[in-house]
T-cell receptor
Framework: EPEVTQTPSHQVTQMGQEVILRCVPISNHLYFYWYRQILGQKVEFLVSFYNNEISEKSEIFDDQFSVERPDGSNFTLKIRSTKLEDSAMYFC???????????FGPGTRLTVT | AQSVTQLGSHVSVSEGALVLLRCNYSSSVPPYLFWYVQYPNQGLQLLLKYTSAATLVKGINGFEAEFKKSETSFHLTKPSAHMSDAAEYFCAVRNQAGTALIFGKGTTLSVSS
């Protein structure tokens, strides 16, 4: 069964450093998402991406964040200058069309020290 | 704005007992509702979804949920708990403005023998 994959599974970085989280959505899906889950808290929406542009974003998704689909298969989330409070599990998700459920990847645990 | 409230951050049941996890939503339009399960150190897996068809929705692993518009509820049930059901359960509603998901805070289900 097709699945969303994410790399790395765990990323440790120092405060102020740039980090790129990578996702490979299911191949024929059209909508892509990033969510985050701070330890012990609920899953929060960050951004959605469709037709090579951001279609929706939350208040969390400020200028420190950016997304890109560089090569037609990967979908990346970049955090320009990480802060301690960026430590969280980051989930990528994709859907084929609006009416279908989102398929989530296994997540990348980001630890900012 | 849409929101999801999950009553009870932690539910404990005995193996073989009924599982009831509560979810209430707020939405000004007919919602799309979802239940996801998260096992330790894993991603989110869809249990079931409601998309305005039948009000009683059956999902995987013996779970089902009933959409009750009058009560704005979408409670998750399973007649007989199994040890393997121990996990975190999230209720979610699709964002009215787009396709992003708004999650509840989650309910941890513990199953004892």
């Amino acid at each position: 069964e097709p699945e969303v994959t994410q790399t790395p599974s765990h990323q440790v970085t120092q405060m102020g450093q740039e980090v790129i989280l990578r996702c490979v959505p299911i191949s024929n899906h059209l909508y892509f998402y990033w969510y985050r889950q701070i330890l012990g808290q609920k899953v929060e929406f960050l951004v959605s991406f469709y037709n090579n542009e951001i279609s929706e974003k939350s208040e969390i998704f400020d200028d420190q964040f950016s997304v890109e689909r560089p090569d037609g298969s990967n979908f990346t989330l970049k955090i320009r200058s990480t802060k301690l409070e960026d430590s969280a599990m980051y989930f990528c998700a994709s859907i084929l069309q609006e009416s279908v459920e989102q398929y989530f990847g296994p997540g990348t645990r980001l630890t900012v020290t | 704005a849409q929101s999801v409230t999950q009553l009870g951050s932690h539910v404990s049941v005995s193996e073989g007992a009924l599982v009831l996890l509560r979810c209430n939503y707020s939405s000004s339009v007919p919602p799309y509702l979802f239940w996801y399960v998260q096992y330790p150190n894993q991603g989110l897996q869809l249990l079931l979804k409601y998309t305005s068809a039948a009000t009683l929705v059956k999902g995987i692993n013996g779970f089902e949920a009933e959409f009750k518009k009058s009560e704005t509820s979408f409670h998750l049930t399973k007649p007989s708990a199994h040890m393997s059901d121990a996990a975190e359960y999230f209720c979610a509603v699709r964002n009215q403005a787009g396709t992003a998901l708004i999650f509840g805070k989650g309910t941890t289900l513990s199953v004892s023998s």
